[in-house]
């Protein structure tokens, strides 16, 4: 097999990877009325310092556009997940935080994520999830720095 087609090969792997982790968390998510990209948006939202993020440093953590997240904070406001405030240093600024059903929300999605990542993954010892974790480490770096050379 040539080097062309074994890059082929990885990166069909690594596509199909994605498909089958994300097609598990749509089907784990589904189970409390929560879309990933919804789960994601809460996550990122309680990871933040401060609690609260704005329209603009969502988009740019969830690497998505403006529009994108203005809809979701509809969606996600509309059920009472999250709330919006003003920035007490410029009132210009929208600034986006949990409610506590927010929290409930996250914590309960966490644990059916935990316990569905752990289901999936089972059948990997623990020296093959270590291999793994370093050979992934190493792919993320190689595609991190391809993609810096490219937007530079």
Same mark, same amino acid.
């Given at each position: 097999m040539t080097d062309r087609s074994l890059d082929e090969t990885l990166y069909r $792997? *690594?596509?199909?990877? *994605?498909? +089958? +982790? /994300? /097609?598990?968390?749509? $089907?784990? *998510?589904?189970?409390?009325? +929560?879309?990933?990209? $919804?789960?994601? *948006? +809460?996550?990122?939202l309680a990871n933040a310092e401060a609690n609260n993020l704005t329209v603009t440093e969502l988009a740019d953590k969830l690497l998505c556009t403006r529009g994108n997240v203005t809809r979701l904070v509809q969606r996600l406001g509309k059920s009472g997940l999250i709330q919006i405030g003003s920035d007490e240093r410029d009132q210009r600024l929208v600034r986006i935080s949990l409610t506590p059903a927010g929290q409930a929300k996250l914590a309960q999605a966490h644990q059916l994520h935990e316990a569905s990542i752990q289901r999936r993954l089972a059948g990997l010892t623990p020296d093959q999830r270590q291999q793994l974790i370093d050979l992934m480490e190493t792919a993320v770096q190689l595609l991190q720095t391809d993609l810096a050379a490219q937007t530079s």
């Open positions: $792997q *690594f596509l199909t990877v *994605f498909v +089958l +982790l /994300d /097609d598990g968390d749509r $089907q784990t *998510f589904k189970q409390i009325d +929560l879309t990933t990209t $919804q789960y994601n *948006f +809460l996550r990122t």
